[in-house]
């Protein structure tokens, strides 16, 4: 039977109802990229279902038609993880928005996979339970998301990456099978299935269902924002923090550039604009210990070069230092039109000499290139302001950043710590993985969608490039990381 869009609509409809199928072009507009704009793909169609038996119903319309489909929640994505490649259609769970159930005893929430982040911890504060990952994006990213990505954020250092908080999840997989995975007990005998669809971006199939682990919220909280004369001495107190023993909630560093943004923008705070970089570092946990803690890191940023350190006085304070941080990405909308956030991972001793080497590869490049990041995880975020329009500038804007990744791997690092590879960095997964590395993550996926049609065009690379993406083919293994 030759494949029908016309029947795959009306076989849409009849799963979701007649207003929950967007088809017309200006809706599919809408869905043609994620939080990465200059990777674009146009879907056949988008869904809306609410309930697990409507995925189930959807992915069994397409699989008649012999259609693929993008598992999709907020789109805030970026790494291209949430656009339709070839035509596919879009399954977004953003209406399945439900928190079914939130145990105190058993510390777990089991929700839906719209779900917004932030609107669960709301959800879990009654409790005095959080739900601990918390993404830059958390006011609109979902849970379904989150899952898909492995999503971190500034308190990752302490709490760990979404993968920590996860005990089972409902998958509905491309031939509409719905499979339950892992116990609300946590441990569970086996292969960690949970473990490996969580950050399977959407390649496994659409999760319907997610049980989660709580938190309980920290007893205290402490912020303190110490003022760098450059970004490369707040990275040396990242070190030196670290290196005291100290586990704290959250360690932040903002730039320069980003400073300037922030502070013209709606999320502004008061940020010295003479700063060369600020240090947000948080302490949580019980309210007795955190005085000593506090003066220890006042003291070791002061050692290592930090010009004044500020203690937010109460809540408010500290809620105003989050906004500055969390806001960046937003503010950086004043610099241009478009914002390309790299997301890779060095070894939090390399920071100092790895931020350098980027800032000069910005320069080198003619960008405007400025650093927001989660210092205490390594977790670097290389932000390259453009005009994509600019076809020049665009082509700098991904030379560069082919070169930051590769820099970051020569350093001992990864090439993503939280936004997925995606349509973003399929080709550069030779630079970490070897062509069995890659053969043997195919067939796992394969277990679960052997015929490729969840989200199929992501994460592999195409084998145009696996060649003159090897930096060592390059000759980058010559580069040297001598501290
Ligand atoms: C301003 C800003 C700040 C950000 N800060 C952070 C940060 O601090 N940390 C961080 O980790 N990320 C951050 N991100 C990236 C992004 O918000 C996260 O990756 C988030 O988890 C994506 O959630 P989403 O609901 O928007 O997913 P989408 O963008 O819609 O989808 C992302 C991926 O998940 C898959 N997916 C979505 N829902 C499902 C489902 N139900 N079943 C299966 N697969 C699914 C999609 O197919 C896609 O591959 C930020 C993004 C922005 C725009």
Not at 136 to 164: F, R, W
Not at 215 to 234: G, K, N, R, Y
Not at 340 to 359: F, N, T
Request: a negative charge.
């Amino acid at each position: 039977m030759q494949p029908s869009k016309t029947r795959l609509i009306e076989a849409l409809k009849a799963a979701v109802g007649t207003g929950e199928v967007l088809s017309r072009p200006e809706d599919l507009f809408v869905y043609e990229c994620d939080g990465l704009t200059h990777h674009t793909g146009r879907p056949s169609a988008v869904v809306l279902p609410r309930t697990s038996d409507e995925v189930v119903a959807c992915v069994e319309a397409c699989a008649r038609e012999g259609v693929a489909f993008v598992p999709r929640g907020a789109g805030t994505g970026l790494s291209g993880g949430a656009i339709a490649l070839g035509g596919a259609v879009v399954i977004e769970c953003a209406r399945m928005d439900r928190v079914l159930e939130i145990d105190p005893v058993d510390r777990v929430a089991v929700v839906q996979p719209g779900v917004v982040n932030a609107e669960l911890s709301k959800a879990a504060a009654p409790f005095g339970l959080l739900f601990a990952p918390d993404p830059s994006s958390q006011q609109a990213c979902t849970i379904g998301g989150n899952v898909a990505e492995n999503s971190g954020g500034p308190h990752t250092l302490k709490y760990g990456s979404t993968t920590g908080h996860v005990l089972a999840v409902e998958l509905v997989l491309a031939g509409g099978e719905r499979v339950r995975l892992g116990s609300r007990a946590g441990g569970d005998p086996g292969y960690d299935l949970v473990g490996a669809v969580v950050g399977s971006e959407g390649t496994f199939g659409v999760v319907t269902e997610a049980t989660v682990r709580l938190t309980p919220v920290p007893e205290a909280v402490e912020t303190l924002l110490a003022i760098f004369p450059d970004v490369v001495s707040a990275c040396r107190a990242v070190g030196a923090v670290i290196r005291s023993g100290l586990v704290p909630a959250a360690l932040e560093i903002v730039d320069q550039r980003t400073i300037a943004a922030v502070e013209a923008s709606v999320y502004a705070a008061g940020l010295p604009l003479d700063a060369g970089a600020v240090l947000l570092a948080e302490l949580d946990g019980p309210a007795v210990a955190l005085p000593k803690q506090v003066e220890r890191v006042r003291t070791l940023c002061t050692a290592s070069g930090a010009t004044r350190v500020e203690v937010a006085r109460d809540a408010a304070e500290r809620q105003r230092f989050w906004r500055a941080r969390k806001g960046a990405f937003g503010a950086m909308g004043r610099l241009a039109p478009d914002l390309y956030v790299h997301d890779a991972v060095v070894p939090r001793s390399k920071l100092p000499e790895v931020l350098a080497q980027i800032c000069a590869i910005g320069d080198r490049y003619r960008l405007t290139l400025s650093n927001v990041f989660h210092a205490g995880d390594g977790n670097l975020h290389p932000n390259i302001s453009f005009d994509r329009r600019d076809a020049d500038e665009l082509r700098r804007v991904l030379a560069a950043g082919a070169e930051i990744l590769e820099l970051c791997v020569l350093a001992g690092g990864v090439i993503s710590g939280e936004h997925g590879i995606g349509a973003e960095k399929q080709d550069f997964m030779p630079l970490m993985f070897s062509p069995d590395d890659l053969d043997a993550m195919r067939r796992l996926r394969e277990v679960f969608d052997p015929g490729r049609r969840s989200n199929p065009g992501k994460i592999f690379p195409t084998t145009r490039f696996c060649v003159e993406s090897n930096p060592k083919a390059r000759g980058y293994e010559r580069v040297s990381f001598e501290p």
